[in-house]
């Protein structure tokens, strides 16, 4: 096996020291910021599923960077959050701790991979660095108002006595406990992400994003048109609202609406109290509604509850007629209006429960939407299913809300020279199961005074979320030393937006959806100007699995990528990787196949014995593979590349002599892929520039690389071989491609050559 410990170890230290993958940020003439998802330090370590897309970011990055562009690749940790303080829960560590321990081990397993990071430019969102320019965007956003406090049902695990965050909640039950989750009032910070719903919906025609992507965002945006109408409420007193107003999509089956349905939590509901007959087992239903999640309560198929509002009546304006108003927990008080019109000939839903209640389901002709929207005086709507971003977490590792509440005052913002609100080291940062942050108990961190009027107030006690410190951190790569500003605009008008973002799938709608919404608030609030889309190019990488299987913890078949770059070394780890399948879309990993790749390289390694006919251009048959294997990295189609270097390595075997130049060629296009062997091949030719720096190799457009043939070489009418030539290539150069062919010689050397068949761009025929 070639001694890939050796100069695995050599180059890293060398590329470092050359600094060979650090553009001068200020000096950078053409600028490519190349991005990966940066990873939230986990147990284990680097996952491979981590180096998967990392390799293929940073084969993407090479490849630009062999185009004369001045890439700027960085990385960071995603540190701060649920999944790093659940670790330390777990092994009853401390968060901070932790995080000195797990950033060393992933950066020290990140360089072990060969990838191309600008290690000055690394930042870790719990660095009280970071995080005061987080605290400072909440500021910002607070002071636009897009930053406000609501009260809001959140998760609650009863077993536990806490609140969870969604990514806590499966199916519905706590991940821990597996208790079923229910619902608890808290008052929270929340951005107003819903006021960019059209926007955010709108720039997706602009965006070159994975088309999947984009349809999970315009799905989670949910942008519904139809109309609100309003039904009187029949015989009210005149100090109660007089109608109860829905939100449809199908006005045009109003004729056939035969009831109504509140939400439990509609404020219809307590206000028509004294008109509700049966208001001891409607107050009951209400109650008991209120603890049970969203997702729960809409699921399909679900068994339909509900009570009548009891001497309530509406009046459907199309029809004049009176009809019941109930109540039940399948309408959401969060959408629309909290209430609907109910055409059980037409929704299912409605028909579900018209059924079991006994309601009248009246088939009714359908009427334009237009005409019977004017008629009824309703008004053309447009709803979104977007909410609004949910910001506290009442949880410890993360950036505390900069905010303070004075009795008299009422909230403030904390004074920008006082940032950053410093996290604490507490030693019980255990959730506490009151609906509060830990923080809540910690005197010394809550007593403050007042911004405004210097009383006694309060500190805001929650922490962001992390996919705040998310939402942004790209901006920050460019100006990490500053500590004067988030980000300097000179800087963001160099190197923004992202020229190319690689990530997984699974963020389709969190991270790229709040990064993209800062970035419009960034815009609008005149923190940028040239751009209000954070990537230009988005692709999501594949999923990896293992042996046919996801892997998880619990299966036991977690791989781990140190192991292998031991035995293997990374070139082959990196390659092995990227053979798998296309890179959008994921592979299958098995140890089996990892010694076809070793394979691989040790055959390069072979290369060098070889005797080298010197050239000044590559043999004609190249051509064609150095278009393929260009558009093919370009199109993230890395396996395919890679199958077609094994092609050229083939026919470089093959040669009797190998043409200098074709050699050259092939290391510089396998370089992306295995970094460090194609390096020391390269300066064992005697070069003194990194095979990193030079420039990708250029096929005609159009021209040699179309017009080829396979030229078919034979000896004695027996086909011993064949090539790629140019078309209309003459005898006597044919003759010489063919004479260069190892197994054509070894027919041919010590007999006396008697004639030559040549069939014009065909086959040549060598007779002995
Ligand atoms: C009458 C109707 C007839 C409806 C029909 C649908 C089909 P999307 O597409 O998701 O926007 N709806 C409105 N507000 C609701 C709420 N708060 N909770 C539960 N359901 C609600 O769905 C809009 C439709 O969902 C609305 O149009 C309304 O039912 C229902 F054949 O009105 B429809
Ligand atoms: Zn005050």
């Not at 909440?138 to 006595?161: D, I, M, T």
């Not at 109650?287 to 509900?306: F, L, M, N, Q």
């Not at 699974?506 to 889309?533: G, N, P, Q």
Request: charged share 30%; with cysteine; glycine share 6%.
């Amino acid at each position: 096996m070639y001694p890939f410990s050796k100069i695995e170890k050599k180059w890293t230290r060398k590329w470092s020291k050359n600094r060979i993958y650090q553009p001068d940020l200020k000096k950078a003439e053409r600028p490519f910021y190349n991005l990966m998802m940066f990873p939230y330090p986990s147990a284990e370590g680097l996952h491979v599923g981590n180096t998967y897309a990392f390799t293929g970011s940073d084969i993407y990055g090479r490849f630009m960077r062999m185009h004369g562009l001045d890439v700027f690749q960085p990385i960071g940790l995603d540190g701060f959050g649920i999944h790093s303080e659940n670790y330390a829960l777990k092994i009853g560590q401390h968060p901070m701790r932790l995080a000195k321990v797990t950033e060393k081990n992933f950066y020290r397993q990140l360089q072990s991979l060969g990838n191309g990071f600008d290690w000055e430019s690394h930042l870790e969102t719990y660095d009280p660095d970071y995080y005061k320019w987080t605290q400072w965007l909440f500021l910002w956003l607070y002071k636009h108002g897009l930053a406000y406090r609501k009260k809001q049902p959140v998760n609650w695990c009863p077993s536990c006595k806490t609140v969870l965050a969604d990514e806590q909640v499966v199916n519905g039950e706590c991940e821990r406990c597996s208790t079923k989750v229910t619902k608890k009032e808290l008052e929270q910070w929340f951005f107003r992400i819903t006021k960019y719903a059209e926007r955010l919906l709108k720039n997706l025609e602009k965006i070159d994003w994975s088309e999947r992507i984009k349809v999970a965002q315009r799905n989670w945006i949910g942008k519904s048109e139809g109309a609100l109408i309003r039904f009187n409420v029949k015989g009210q007193n005149s100090n109660v609202k007089s109608y109860i107003e829905v939100f449809t999509t199908r006005p045009d089956t109003l004729l056939g609406a035969t009831y109504m349905v509140l939400a439990p939590e509609h404020e219809l509901v307590t206000k028509l109290k004294s008109r509700i007959k049966n208001w001891g087992a409607v107050s009951k239903y209400v109650t008991s509604a209120k603890d049970k999640s969203e997702d729960e309560r809409i699921k399909e198929g679900r068994v339909k509850t509900g009570v009548e509002l009891k001497g309530v009546k509406a009046i459907n304006p199309a029809t004049r007629k009176e009809i019941p108003v109930w109540v039940s927990d399948y309408v959401l008080v969060s959408y629309g209006t909290g209430a609907i019109m109910a055409v059980p000939a037409y929704d299912d839903r409605d028909k579900e429960f018209a059924k079991k209640f006994k309601l009248p389901i009246v088939k009714s002709p359908l009427v334009s939407k237009d005409e019977i929207v004017k008629k009824v005086h309703g008004k053309k709507h447009v709803q979104y299913h977007l909410r609004d971003w949910l910001i506290s977490r009442q949880r410890y590792w993360g950036p505390p809300i900069p905010m303070i509440y004075c009795d008299k005052c009422n909230w403030q913002p904390v004074r920008e020279k006082d940032l950053p609100v410093k996290l604490p080291y507490i030693k019980n940062f255990r959730p506490t199961g009151k609906g509060e942050s830990p923080l809540a108990s910690v005197k010394s961190f809550y007593e403050v005074r007042c911004p405004k009027c210097k009383g006694k107030a309060r500190r805001e006690t929650d922490v962001s979320d992390t996919f705040l410190d998310s939402a942004w951190y790209f901006f920050r790569y460019i100006s990490t030393q500053d500590k004067t500003c988030p980000w300097q605009p000179k800087m963001a008008r160099k190197w923004l937006p992202v020229d190319m973002y690689i990530g997984g799938a699974e963020h389709s709608v969190l991270h790229l959806l709040y990064a993209r919404f800062l970035t419009m608030v960034f815009k609008d609030t005149r923190l940028i100007s040239h751009f209000e889309e954070p990537f230009t190019t988005f692709r999501a990488h594949g999923l990896l699995i293992s042996e046919g299987a996801k892997m998880s913890k619990s299966k036991g078949n977690v791989v781990v990528p140190d192991l292998y770059v031991k035995k293997f070394g990374a070139d082959t780890l990196r390659m092995y990787l990227m053979f798998l399948g296309p890179f959008q879309d994921g592979g299958d990993w098995r140890d089996s196949g990892i010694p076809g790749i070793t394979r691989f390289l040790n055959r390069v390694w072979a290369l060098q014995k070889r005797e080298l006919r010197k050239s000044k251009s590559v043999s004609p048959w190249l051509p064609a593979s150095i278009k393929k294997v260009t558009e093919d990295i370009s199109g993230l189609r890395y396996n395919t590349a890679i199958s077609e270097l094994m092609i050229i390595l083939n026919r470089l075997e093959n040669e009797a002599q190998i043409n200098s130049y074709d050699f050259k060629t092939f290391l510089l296009m396998l370089a992306p892929f295995a970094p460090f062997i194609t390096e020391e091949l390269w300066e064992r030719l005697g070069y003194k520039k990194s095979i990193h720096l030079e420039r990708w190799p250029e096929y005609k457009r159009g021209t040699s690389a179309e017009k080829t043939f396979e030229l078919l070489f034979q000896v004695n009418g027996k086909l011993r071989g064949k090539t790629m030539v140019r078309t209309g290539i003459k005898e006597s150069e044919a003759k010489e491609i063919a004479l260069r062919d190892a197994r054509v010689v070894a027919h041919v050397s010590g007999k006396r050559v008697r004639r030559v068949i040549f069939v014009p761009n065909r086959l040549i025929n060598i007779v002995v």
